[in-house]
């Protein structure tokens, strides 16, 4: 399924390079300008979506230390500050 969508996004990509070609330089610049513009604030976009969910969903504990959640098969099992394991799985 993955594969059919870089496939898509490639024949759109090779479309969009010949619709350009065809267009001459002055007005392909013209075109590609504006569209690394809407993608530059797209992204810029995202990247604050992004970081805003990812602070509203860190857990931090009474001194600022991130907790992290333990999980055994997609359950939330408890949480603790500081968690070390080894290789070998044990704490």
């Known amino acids: 399924m993955a594969w059919g969508g870089g496939l898509a996004l490639g024949l759109i990509l ?22 690394g513009a809407f993608t530059g604030v797209i992204g810029l976009a995202v990247a604050i979506v992004t970081l805003a969910v990812t602070r509203s969903d860190q857990h931090r504990s009474g001194d600022g230390a991130p907790k992290m959640r333990i999980k055994r098969a997609g359950t939330v099992i408890g ?13």
């Open 14 to 35: 090779i479309g969009l390079g010949i619709y350009l070609l065809r267009l001459g330089l002055e007005k392909a610049a013209a075109i590609a300008t504006v569209l």
């Open 79 to 91: 949480e603790a500050d500081n968690v070390n394991i080894n290789i070998d799985g044990r704490r």
